[in-house]
């Protein structure tokens, strides 16, 4: 069994919760750069700190963000 991450899963569910704020003010909230939000926001795949950090803020599983093929 194969996992993938789920760029595209982790990239909405960011822009959903970050909504109106900044990705500054977010970041500052997260604990994470604004670019690095920044490039999880465009589908890159974050470092596992910064994951782990953003799924905290989100009030998610890290498990959510991967699927078995």
Known sequence: MKVQYDAKRL????KEKRGEIGLRTAGKQIGVSASTLSRVENKKEPDITS????????DIQMEYFFKSK
């Open 11 to 14: 990239a909405t569910a960011v």
């Open 51 to 58: 994951m782990a950090k953003i799924c905290v803020w989100l």
